[in-house]
């Protein structure tokens, strides 16, 4: 893996696109590029990644770090020092979010559904039985131990088990773009009604099958 990033301190300026703390280094999408901090925000190393700045969706899984552009995937194994584009499957012709899930299995939304590596884009799985494509929004939700995956041409959210691929869905009434954790609740932005809050706690309310 060759070191695609210099490792001088830089000012982050510009405008941010994802964010994640989660990982043994904080890891932004910037339109600078990747940056990467190791001491919690107070100095951020990076730039662009294989000659791009438009990464869309960052996640972080202990030193593994990863970036998705609509047409790509890098990863770092070492903390963000170096990077790497990844191998995805050939029938994506747009990825729109990419999460690690507690386990180290790398999840990503497009297009065309949803697909799951376990060995860092060697080989990749498709969750065939999810009734939902054209994917806006995937995200590990770590309380609920579930993968949240949503569209803007549906009014339903699913939860994926990482573990089974059983899914279970909620249908919020609205046509939501994102679907976050709060407590024991889900968030959803809409895409005309504002925010959404599940008037239950997500354990309670779930139906569906695989």
């Known amino acids: ?3 695609l990033l210099k490792d001088s301190k830089i000012l ?9 703390l989660a990982g043994e280094a904080w890891l932004a999408s910037t339109s600078s590029g990747l940056l990467t901090s190791r001491d919690k925000g107070a100095t951020w190393q990076g730039g ?3 000659g791009a700045v438009d990464y869309l969706s960052v996640t972080a899984h202990g030193a593994n770090l990863a970036a998705a552009r609509q047409s790509g995937v890098v990863l ?4 963000g020092r170096s990077w790497m584009p990844i191998s995805i499957p050939s029938v994506l012709t747009r990825i729109h979010g990419i999460a690690f899930s507690a386990d180290g299995t790398l999840w990503l ?10 060995d860092l884009g060697k080989t990749w799985l498709w969750v065939h039985r999810l009734p939902l494509s054209d994917l806006d929004d995937l995200f590990y939700d770590e309380a ?5 995956v949503s569209s803007k041409a549906s009014d339903q959210v699913f939860l994926i088990d990482p573990k089974t691929l059983a899914w279970t869905w909620h249908e919020t009434g609205f046509r939501v773009s994102m ?3 709060a407590g024991d609740r889900l968030l959803a932005a809409s895409l005309f009604d504002g925010v959404l809050v599940q008037p239950e706690p997500a354990e309670k309310v779930e139906t569906g099958q695989r």
């Open 1 to 3: 893996m060759a070191p």
């Open 12 to 20: 982050v300026e510009g405008r941010v696109v994802a964010l994640n």
């Open 48 to 50: 662009p990644v294989m």
């Open 76 to 79: 770092s194994e070492d903390a």
């Open 109 to 118: 939304g497009a297009r065309e559904g949803v697909y799951l590596t376990h």
């Open 144 to 148: 609920l131990g579930k993968v949240l």
């Open 179 to 181: 679907v976050r954790p």
